[in-house]
């Protein structure tokens, strides 16, 4: 979805490297959520943001942060990378006020290695 | 604990035949579900979703199912197309409560032959 973007698409790191990856929207939601997909798993949720002070938790929030800069972006940081880490990153967005409650849409990933 | 888990994680079908994926939650109070499509090298996309005050929504050549009973639920593709061909992921939410997040299944690979 176009209206979701992530930077970089692709991105070969080595352990113990400083890494960000970059979240943009332009569907004006409220709510941004950071997710990593690994191989035969589902997608499981690292951080989430309701709003621009607002930071949450997901179920495997270690090793990682994050920054909600304004509405409309949302970072996720590696501050020192692991190999484990090497995942397809997902960015997702939400508008509990519209419609289609609590429905998610998602950026097109970036694909992180870790060396 | 909550769980979203599907039956079959790879499901082969004919060019035109009719497709079913199927998905089965844990959390009773779950009340909001959704299907999303993913290609390969691609984010998830929205397919359709239902509340749990419906048995059946239909949209563009797919149907979903819920089940309360035995907390199922299912996505049929009607006269399924190669451009079908992608993992399929069911999703739960439960509205209330100070979260709003998603539980995903892991996923079941659609295989279109033609």
Redo the contacts between chains.
Sequence with gaps: ?AD?TQTPRNRITKTGKRIMLECSQTKGHD?MYWYRQDP??????IY?S?DVKDI?K?EISDGYSVSRQAQAKFSLSLESAIPNQTALY?C?T?D?TSG??????????TRLTVL | GESVGLHLPTLSVQEGDNSIINCAYSNSASDYFIWYKQESGKGPQFIIDIRSNMDKRQGQRVTVLLNKTVKHLSLQIAATQPGDSAVYFCAENSYGGATNKLIFGTGTLLAVQP
């Design positions: 979805d979701v709510r035969g798993l589902g997608l499981r949720l989430y309701f949450n997901g997902f997702a939400s509990p289609r409650t609590d429905t998610q849409y998602f950026g097109p990933g």
